[in-house]
Structure formats: structure tokens, C-alpha cells
């Protein structure tokens, strides 16, 4: 820096106020001077050294003490250096933020505040003027907060200990409160929020107490950001375990635990809480203060948890927002694609959809704990877990057991894929859980018949399949639960959804709609599982990728549970490199691939990829099914779900599942032909196939709908995007296509192998397949 001014330089407006007569000058608080004559001056500071050169700057640096205003600069400077000199030095020296008015604090604690950007003499003012009420809940300390909190130089109100239950008043003049807690979700912080809310005013929460320290957010009614509600929504979710035993327990808050702290460790946390505060009044804002900072003490990490408002919020936002979509019609609009090396047409790329949504993970304010690679995983293959199934409904602690075991996940051609795979794995199945909010009509399908689709149509049991159906939900596993017989004359809660055939609304159960939507009392006739729900980086996106999905899983019921041999892909010919890694990571593990073409009636390239164990002992046959309106495309994601399937075939997964068990204990490909190509048909190339992907996805979505159209079925979607999460989500329905598991009504999975030539007649009911599909 060179701050000797030249003779045309005007004074700086800024010195005659920082130089009036009442107010010292001196180097910036954290700034200390050490003059080198002839060199010029240093300045020390945490952040570094900053060099000064000129004469007149040698001359000042030494009476720049803290203990003259402008007039004893003036005074007191060498009588070579003219008046007007000083001030354009000093002037040149307050603009670069080098001098400042002394400051009332002690250095150390001046220079703090200069680190943060803020005035010290304005921060006395502030922080004198601005009391703060410490808050005590579930067994926190109360008098511990009010002693951190004084000692912090923050002018206090009397400490307060709430009572659960209790009105909750903050003191007169009270500028912030600091609520400090055993829990974030401690039975009374509904009250504290609420009067907080009622005054608009903000307060700190925190937990002192444990290894791992809480500290955050404010909460700022009246200036938007997230309430206390949206906070406790997110924990809620990760706490499900808890909460279930809490109920069983019949608590009214958390159980309460031994939080093991030190008393190093209680002060630390304490005066940290303390600084928070005191910025916060001081006038100090970031982007920290809106999230939740965590200190884990056994390792020193910290970590920043971002919360966002939650639109929805029965508290602060909008309850209805969810209600309002489900009523407004479907709407498709162009969607350019963009192609980024995945195993699907999207119009984001996978990083964009990262940066978007990434915030999501985090085990305290996100819906995703983290994303764990599969260590399993072949080489060349990406997966990732993103954590438990948590939207499914747990009726008993054992099927809350299999479920957690059950994770989402993701898969992909690269890292960044998987990662992202997972992220929207887990996201669409929060967004397809039950959360009160979704529209609702009452009546039964006799008062309803004009305007709703019965849902035999789509859960499409046969009736041999009721009877005994308690013997077979118990030996079998959840995928395969055969629910109650439908009642036409019992009343039940209908959701809207949008025909895109026939551009109107129609209404289907919202049990078959939502994860964990409630049953009547003692009748349960659908439940919803995940076949038709997709996650996308557009609506137009997401509803593609559930059609697809439909699409698959019917042309996989229809080979699998009738058994016909299928001809081989011939993965030499559509020369995929990633596919030919995969190829060869498998083989150097002891397994052949191979890919069967299990195209249905509707055209959509489907296929399945399987596997087995070529060394001595089970053949731990697996599979993974893909398709694509691009064949190509749905090559690679029929392998990549094999890859994603791999921990399943080891045995690592799935051993709660007793179809799973049974198939891995089976005796693979002998005696199951239809597993293998059908030698009396040459294996399928590139050339074989027509692709009917365009650039657009909105048009690939018509395309779909047209092809279900001249099948003479009707193409349903529920938009089930949570204005919290804002991820993209869709339900797609299609009622009379087969999901792939054991569903026997009659007609497709009967008619469409003869019609296509794969059987002279259709399959007995008796002699389907007896394994179910299990995935």
C-alpha cells in the first residue's frame, strides 16, 4: 500500500467525521505498528502483515495511538509534514479501514469485533441497549446460561426455567432470547415458539449438554427464514425409532438420557452459545446463524446443518400449498434434454441437480443422513445407500426392523451419478410418504363410480388369491402382501390424480397413492408401494421416468411369471464401454453377465441383466431390469441396477426377505431356462431396435401415453413435489400394466405372451411362476 497522498488528492470525506475533536485515532483494533524508518511501516494482524511505504506515514505511524484526535495529530506531527498532509494521510489510511476512532473495549476484544466488520464503539451501544433473557428447558441450566451470558458483556433479563405446559412470556424489552435445552425437540419449545412468534421475537436454541454441542438457529419471526416446527419436522424424521418407543411408552417429549459432558466441556459450550448471542446483538449477521452448527468435542469437527423454511408449514408457511397442486391440472411443458454420460435423458445435469439439493443431507436438518458408498460395489460400478426407507409404515417393531434394513439407493455410470441416484431415491420416497396434508375426498367407490377408477384395476389381485391370504403374507415378504378384498359400499379417503388420456381428474385411493396413508379400522383393500414413483430434474422428467418404470416391471411380469425364454442382447455388438467394464469386473469376480431382451407389447426396449457365480457352491443368481425408449439407454441401466443388486447376491442384503433367501438358496439357472437366452434365436444388436426418444421429454412423456393409449390403457399422474424439498416427484399409474410382483389377476400378464407369439396359449393360473420377484 502506498498511501503518501499527492497534492490533487481531496480530503476524505469519512476523516472529518472519524476526526472529530472528541475521538481519538489509532491503527484499527488487531493492528499493531512497527515502524522501519526509511522502509516504512508494518502492520501485524492475524490475517497477516500489511507494508506501508512513504514519508509521511513513517512520521504519523508512531502518534497513531489511540490517544489524539485529528487536531493533536495535526499538533504533535513532525514540523516538516504540513497540516493538510495529516489529514490526507490519515484520510487515505481511514478509507483503507487501517484507522478508526479508539475503541471503548479492551484491545483483544475491540480487535474481535473489527474481525467480524462491525464498529466497536457502535457494538457498546448496541449490545448495552439490547437485553438478552436466557430460557432454560427440559433440565437444561438456567442460572449457568444467565452467569455464560453476563460474562459475555451481554446486558441480561432474569433467567427463566419453562415448565412444559406453562404460558411462556418473554421479559419486557427483551431483545433476543437464548433458549437453551437437553433436546431440540423437548417437550415446551412448541410454547417458547409460539410466544416468540406472537412478538416477532427472535431467539437462539441451543444444547450445551453432550459430546456433541448444538448451537443454532435463530429463529427470526416477522423476517421469514424457518420456525421452530420446521426444525422439529426434519428431526421428527430422523427419530422415527425414538418416536415409536415414545409413544409406546406414552411420553409426552424425548426419553430422557445421560448427556455426557465435562465440566471443561459445559463452559466451552456455554461461552460458545454466550458469542453467539453477543453477535447476534451486536448486529453481526451471516448465513451460519440461519443453521444448525454442531461440535462434535471427542474430535473438534464442526459441521453447519442449513435450514430452510418449510412453505408448508402449518406454523409459518402455508398449509395448503400441497392440497392446491394436487388440484391444478397436469401440465407438460418442453423440456430440452441434456446429455451428461448417465443411463437417462435428463434436462439437468447431475451436479446442477447436486447443487440444488445437496443441503437436503444432514442428519439433523435434511431428509437424507448421508451417502454411503457400497463397498461391494464391481469395479467400474457406482453405489450409493442414502439411508433407511423411512416413508414406509411400520404396523409392528419387526417390520420396522426389515424396513431399515431396506435402504434407498442409487446407482450410476460414475460417482457424482450415484450420489445423486441416492439423493433422489430418498427424496422421492419422503415426497411419496403420507403427511396429512394431501387432498382428500370421502365416499365409497358405489358414491364415487362416476368420477374414480376402481382399484382392482390396479391392484389387480386375483380373487383365488384372497383366501388364506394370512397363510401367504406370513410366509412371504412385504412386497408380496395381499391386502383385504375391496368393499364397493365402504366409505374410504380418494386422491385426485390427472388422466393425461383423457385430460380430466379422476380419483383413486389415497392409501395406494401415499407410503403409510392410514387404513379404515380392521380393512385395508390397497397399500401403496414404489412402482410408478419417480424422482426428476423436471416434472416432465419425473413423469418419464415412472412411465418407464411401469414399463419395465410389466415386460418383466409377463416374462418372468409366465417363464418364456427370451432372446440375449448381444453386448459385444452395442460395444458400451462402461457395460464392458462392468463385464469385465464381474468376470474377474467369479461371474458371468448376460442380458436378456424382455420387450413387451408396447415397443419400449426392456430389458434384464442377470448373473451368477461360475466357482463351486450356489450360483447366487441376481438380476437388474432397465428400460428406455433408447435402447442403449436401457441397457445400461438393467446393468447397472445387477451392480446395485450385487450385496443382495453376496447375501449382505436381503436376508430378511424370506423370497430372497429361498431364491438364493435355489438352485439358479438349472431347471429355470427362462433365465438364459434362448438359443434358437440370434442374440439382439443395436440395429434391432428403433429409438423413439426425441430431444424433448415433455414429448417423450406424450409418446408413452400414446403407446398406452393404443393398449388400451389410461396414463394417470399425481404430482407429489413437496414445496419443501422442490425436487421434482411424481406418481404415475397405469391401471391394468403388471408391477412385477405377485399380482395374477387376469389379462396382461395372460394375453399379452400369446399375442406376442412367446406361447400358444396362456400360462394356468396354476403354473406361474411360484417365485415372486422380490426387488
Keep these: 500500500m502506498h498511501p503518501e497522498p499527492t497534492s490533487e488528492t481531496p480530503p476524505s470525506p469519512a476523516l472529518h467525521t472519524a476526526s472529530a475533536p472528541a475521538e481519538p485515532l489509532g491503527f484499527r483494533a488487531g493492528l499493531r505498528a512497527e515502524t522501519v524508518s526509511g522502509e ?58 487501517l484507522v478508526a476512532p479508539a475503541a471503548p473495549q479492551p484491545p483483544a476484544e475491540a480487535a474481535y469485533w473489527a474481525a467480524a466488520g462491525l464498529d466497536s464503539a457502535a457494538v457498546a451501544r448496541t449490545v448495552a441497549a439490547s437485553p438478552v433473557q436466557p430460557v432454560a428447558v427440559g433440565g437444561a441450566d438456567a442460572a449457568a446460561a444467565l452467569h455464560a451470558l453476563a460474562a459475555t458483556g ?19 424489552g427483551t431483545a433476543l432470547s437464548v433458549v437453551v435445552c437437553g433436546d ?46 420446521c426444525l422439529a419436522h426434519r428431526l421428527r424424521f ?30 466451552a459450550a456455554l461461552g460458545l452459545i454466550a458469542l453467539e448471542a453477543a453477535k447476534w446483538t451486536a448486529g453481526h449477521r451471516d448465513a451460519h446463524q440461519s443453521a444448525v452448527c454442531t461440535l462434535d468435542s471427542l474430535t473438534l469437527q464442526t459441521r453447519r446443518h442449513e435450514l430452510r423454511a418449510r412453505p408448508q408449514c402449518t406454523y409459518c408457511g402455508d398449509p395448503g ?43 439433523v436438518t435434511g431428509l437424507v443422513k448421508e451417502l454411503r458408498p457400497e463397498p461391494s460395489a464391481p469395479r467400474g460400478a457406482h453405489i450409493y445407500r442414502s439411508g433407511p426407507n423411512m416413508a414406509a409404515a411400520w404396523a409392528d417393531l419387526e417390520q420396522m426392523r426389515v424396513v431399515t434394513r431396506a435402504e434407498n439407493g442409487g446407482k450410476g455410470t460414475t460417482d457424482l451419478h450415484a450420489r445423486v441416484s ?91 397413492l401415499y407410503f403409510g396413508a392410514p387404513h379404515e379400522p380392521g380393512w385395508a383393500p390397497v397399500v401403496a408401494d414404489s412402482n410408478g414413483n419417480a424422482a426428476g430434474t423436471s416434472f416432465e422428467d419425473a413423469v418419464l421416468q415412472g412411465a418407464l418404470e411401469l414399463v419395465e416391471r410389466d415386460a418383466v411380469a409377463l416374462w418372468w411369471y409366465n417363464r418364456t425364454r427370451q432372446p440375449g442382447v448381444d453386448l459385444d455388438a452395442f460395444a458400451d464401454p462402461w457395460v464392458d467394464r462392468i463385464r469385465g469386473a464381474f468376470s474377474d469376480a467369479g ?52 451392480c446395485q443388486m450385487l450385496p443382495c447376491a453376496q447375501g449382505l442384503l436381503g436376508s430378511d426377505d424370506p423370497d430372497a433367501a429361498r431364491w438364493l438358496a435355489g438352485p439358479g439357472t438349472d431347471g429355470a431356462s427362462y433365465l438364459l437366452p434362448d438359443p434358437g434365436r440370434r442374440p439382439l444388436r443395436p440395429d434391432d431396435y428403433d429409438d423413439a426418444s426425441g430431444d424433448d421429454l415433455a414429448g417423450d412423456v406424450r409418446a408413452l401415453r400414446d403407446r398406452f393409449s393404443a393398449a388400451g390403457l389410461e396414463t394417470l399422474v ?37 399375442e406376442l407369439g412367446r406361447l400358444a396359449a396362456p400360462t394356468p393360473y396354476e403354473e406361474l411362476n411360484p417365485v415372486p420377484i422380490f426387488l
Excluded at 244 to 267: E, H, K, M, Y
Excluded at 441 to 469: F, I, K, M, N
Excluded at 736 to 746: E, I, N, T
Design 40 to 97: 516504512g511501516v508494518y502492520l501485524f494482524s492475524e490475517a497477516g502483515v500489511t507494508t506501508l511505504r512513504g514519508a509521511g506515514v513513517e512520521a504519523l505511524a508512531p502518534l497513531l495511538d489511540g490517544t489524539r484526535d485529528i487536531g493533536a495529530l495535526r499538533r504533535d506531527a513532525p514540523a516538516d509534514l504540513a497540516p493538510g498532509t495529516v489529514d490526507r494521510v490519515v484520510g487515505r489510511l481511514h478509507e483503507a479501514g
Design 154 to 172: 451481554l446486558h441480561t433479563a432474569d433467567a427463566l426455567t419453562h415448565l412444559p405446559g406453562s404460558r411462556h412470556t418473554p421479559a419486557e
Design 184 to 229: 431440540y425437540l423437548d417437550a415446551g419449545l412448541d410454547e417458547i415458539d409460539a410466544a416468540h412468534r406472537a412478538q416477532n421475537l427472535p431467539w437462539l436454541l441451543a444444547r450445551p449438554a453432550g459430546a456433541r454441542v448444538w448451537i443454532g438457529p435463530f429463529f427470526t419471526p416477522g423476517q421469514g427464514g424457518a420456525c421452530w416446527h
Design 238 to 267: 430422523h427419530r422415527q425409532a425414538e418416536l415409536r418407543a415414545q409413544r409406546d411408552l406414552r411420553l409426552n417429549g424425548p426419553i430422557s438420557c445421560p448427556a455426557p459432558t465435562v465440566p471443561a466441556l459445559s463452559s
Design 321 to 363: 400449498l400441497v392440497r392446491a397442486r394436487t388440484r391444478r391440472p397436469v401440465q407438460l411443458h418442453t423440456r430440452p434434454k441434456t446429455a451428461d454420460g448417465a443411463t437417462g435423458h435428463r434436462s439437468r445435469t447431475a451436479q446442477e441437480v447436486m447443487d440444488a439439493y445437496g443441503h437436503l443431507v444432514s442428519p
Design 422 to 512: 441416492a439423493l433422489c431415491e430418498a427424496l422421492e420416497r419422503h415426497s411419496g410418504a403420507y403427511h396429512g396434508d394431501e387432498e382428500v375426498v370421502r365416499g365409497s367407490y358405489a358414491e364415487l363410480a362416476d368420477r374414480a377408477v376402481h382399484p382392482d384395476a390396479c391392484t389387480l389381485y386375483d380373487p383365488r388369491q384372497y383366501p388364506g391370504r394370512e397363510r401367504w403374507n406370513a410366509e412371504h415378504g412385504l412386497f408380496q402382501h395381499v391386502c383385504d378384498p375391496f368393499d364397493d359400499h365402504s366409505p374410504l379417503d380418494w386422491t385426485p390424480v390427472w388422466s393425461l388420456t383423457r385430460e380430466c381428474t379422476t380419483l383413486l385411493p389415497t392409501a395406494l
Design 591 to 642: 461371474r458371468r453377465l448376460w442380458v436378456l431382451d424382455v420387450t413387451s407389447d408396447l415397443g419400449v426396449p426392456a430389458m434384464a441383466a442377470v448373473y451368477r457365480d461360475t466357482g463351486p457352491g450356489p450360483q447366487n443368481v441376481m438380476f437388474g431390469f432397465g428400460a428406455h425408449l433408447d435402447a442403449r439407454t436401457a441397457l445400461r441401466r438393467a446393468v447397472a441396477e445387477a
Design 718 to 754: 399425481l404430482d407429489q413435489t413437496r414445496p419443501d424439498i422442490g425436487l421434482p416427484v411424481a406418481k404415475v399409474i397405469v391401471p391394468g400394466l403388471r408391477g412385477f410382483w405377485s399380482r395374477f389377476a387376469p389379462g396382461r400378464l395372460f394375453d399379452v405372451p400369446v
